[in-house]
């Protein structure tokens, strides 16, 4: 855009007078939409907190007449649009609505009450933001009409002064210099202003003495440079003639010669022969960054290495160079380094052509690739089986349910129907037979879970596994109150996982210690931390009864037990259920024991990532 004088000094001072006016009108016009949000959401907040706290006995003794005076005492708010109060039973308890208060946006609240720790109903609070708006929009127009006049005025005062000190001494100043550029430099130019374009014209006016000197001085430099430029000719066509002399001795091999300056990433000289080597025109080679333009992405680091190592003297490495036709050329890059006596690293050295031999070896690596490619669809073949597997297994377990609950309806309708005819064998019979069903039940359940965590999505998060160890100790020993297990915790062990999926870990492994420490006369669990290879590695420890290692290949395979079903209750399926878990978090999972001394669970599992 091509804009006058006048005006890109009228837009450039209203813009400077004008901008920080909007910006700071916007900035506070926005401080206050803001700080009138932040109050409307604090009101709504609270609001919603007094209506959970003063509708709990109303709710509770199912009295409505006891809630309506706050119900009328928060609709006096002009704010507010819409009270609901519902029973968690009943429906609607009491509510609350001023329709023609919808003005702006309507923002809903919903809350659950509580009572003696069961969700005994809702309140949902509905609140209008139209005042707010309308209190915003009113400084708006404020600000708006503030920048307006304060522009109007500027711009007078501005054309005024604009016009007489700057733009009609500026016309004259054009003038002078049309008359310098079109060469008439015999009438001075004269200025008695003491401002800043005074003392330009007064420099214009120095400049019109210096270019009649200058003149006079370059005719007679003209002469004396004839004169050199035909010494010169002289001394071209000698240099021509030696380097036609080397171009025809160089071009007589095929070893291509190169100079190079590193600190460009330019060649400054190619043998004529990597015109054929490439196809592209020697004027080509000597472009700045053709290197990594023409070489190979892959071999590109190799050019880095010789071009920015100052302590290396000589070189030379295998690289791909980039053919005009798409050709991917072979050649042995020899390089030497030199100091010239200006103190600066020069490279050159030798292109020698090597693709045939290049050739031959890529050919032995396209049969290794063939034989990983073919190792690669195996593995695939492989898992691929292993997920058909899964759904039959996944299959068959719901296929068993159905008769087993036939089975089990039929022995309970035995129990109850005929009781009278049935001997006290019988009942224990039929009382062991539906044991069996409830065993079979779960381990169908457990087959279920292990299957679905292979396939279940990961939802990783920040999880501090120390408090959640904490609660889930606090729960087992809240089920066994006949007795008490002591735990250590290390604080503030924090991971990035599932904290679903992670729960049922830490349950599973604190649930085995509390089972197996019943023989303790003192049961202890320790939860903690170690360091190994820089990597935090998490265990859970206890002093049970523990495990003969030999059996430790049988911990985390479904449906291995160590112990009878009447030593220890389980289905052998938590620790399978673990290790599948621990696997999915791309962590492991190991266990040391000695029988009688107790055993210990380690685990590893993503570090949280530092905020910055």
């Not at 919808?102 to 005042?131: P, Y």
């Not at 680091?301 to 100052?310: G, I, N, Q, R, V």
């Not at 100790?473 to 996982?497: C, K, Y």
């Amino acid at each position: 855009m091509k804009l006058s004088l006048r005006t890109a000094i009228v837009l450039a001072i209203l813009l400077g007078l004008l901008l920080p006016a909007s910006i700071s009108s916007y900035i506070n016009t926005t401080n206050e939409f803001h700080r009138i949000d932040a109050e409307q959401n604090l009101a709504h907040q609270r609001y919603a907190d007094l209506l959970v706290l003063g509708m709990q006995e109303p709710l509770w003794n199912l009295a409505p007449e006891a809630g309506k005076p706050l119900l009328e005492s928060l609709m006096s708010d002009e704010r507010v649009v819409r009270i609901t109060v519902n029973d968690a039973a009943l429906g609607v308890f009491l509510s609350a609505n001023h329709p023609e208060r919808r003005i702006g946006h309507v923002r809903s609240m919903t809350r659950v009450i509580n009572k003696q720790g069961n969700a005994i109903g809702t309140v949902t609070l509905e609140m209008d933001d139209g005042l707010a708006a309308q209190h915003v929009a009113e400084v708006q127009q404020q600000y708006i009409l503030s920048v307006v006049l304060q522009g109007g005025i500027s711009l007078a005062l501005i054309m005024f002064l604009l016009h007489t000190r700057i733009l009609r001494p500026l016309r004259r100043l054009t003038e002078q210099s049309q008359q310098l550029a079109r060469n008439k430099l015999q009438n001075p130019f004269v200025w008695h202003r003491n401002d800043e374009i005074g003392l330009l014209g007064q420099n214009l006016e120095a400049t019109r003495n210096s270019l009649q000197t200058l003149l006079s001085t370059l005719e007679q430099k003209n002469v004396q440079l004839e004169t050199d430029l035909r010494s010169r000719r002289q001394i071209e066509l000698a240099l021509r003639a030696s380097k036609d002399r080397y171009r025809r001795l160089v071009e007589t091999t095929h070893v291509i010669p190169w100079d190079a300056n590193p600190t460009e990433w330019r060649f400054t000289y190619v043998g004529p022969q990597a015109e054929q080597l490439l196809g592209y025109p020697l004027t080509g080679w000597y472009s700045e960054g053709f290197l990594s333009s023409y070489l190979h992405p892959d071999d590109r680091h190799l050019a880095y290495e010789l071009f920015t190592d100052f302590q290396r003297e000589d070189n030379q490495f295998e690289c791909r160079l980039l053919a005009s036709d798409g050709r991917e050329v072979w050649v042995l890059l020899i390089a030497s380094t030199q100091i010239d006596e200006d103190n600066q690293r020069r490279l050159h050295g030798f292109l020698i052509d090597i693709s045939e031999r290049k050739l031959a070896e890529l050919e032995l690596e396209k049969y290794r690739s063939h034989l990983e490619e073919t190792l690669e669809s195996v593995t695939r073949t492989l898992s691929v089986s292993s997920h058909e597997m899964e759904a039959f297994n996944f299959a068959i377990s719901h296929d068993l349910r159905t008769p087993l609950r036939a089975v089990d309806g039929f022995s309970q309708v035995l129990l109850e129907d005929y009781a009278d005819v049935l001997d006290t064998n019988a009942r224990h019979y039929l009382q062991r037979i539906r044991n069996a069903i409830n065993s079979m039940s779960e381990l169908i359940d457990n087959l279920l879970n292990l299957s679905s965590f292979s396939r279940i999505e990961l939802r990783p998060q920040p999880v501090n596994l120390s408090a959640m160890v904490q609660d889930i100790a606090e729960q087992l020993n809240a089920l066994q109150i006949d007795r008490h297990v002591s735990i250590d915790i290390t604080p503030d062990l924090l991971v990035d996982a599932d904290p679903k999926l992670i729960q049922i870990v830490l349950h599973n492994l604190l649930d085995n210690a509390w089972k197996y420490t019943n023989t303790a006369p003192e049961p202890h669990v320790t939860f903690g931390a170690s360091n190994i290879n820089h990597q935090p590695v998490y265990f859970v420890s206890d002093n049970g009864i523990g495990f003969d290692m030999s059996d430790a290949n049988r911990l985390f395979s479904p449906f291995q037990r160590l112990h009878s079903q009447n030593e220890y209750s389980g289905s052998g399926v938590g620790l399978a259920i673990v290790q599948r878990i621990i696997s999915r978090h791309k962590g492991h999972i190991w266990a040391k024991s000695v029988p009688n001394e107790g055993a210990t669970f380690y685990f590893t599992l993503p570090t949280p990532k530092k905020l910055n």
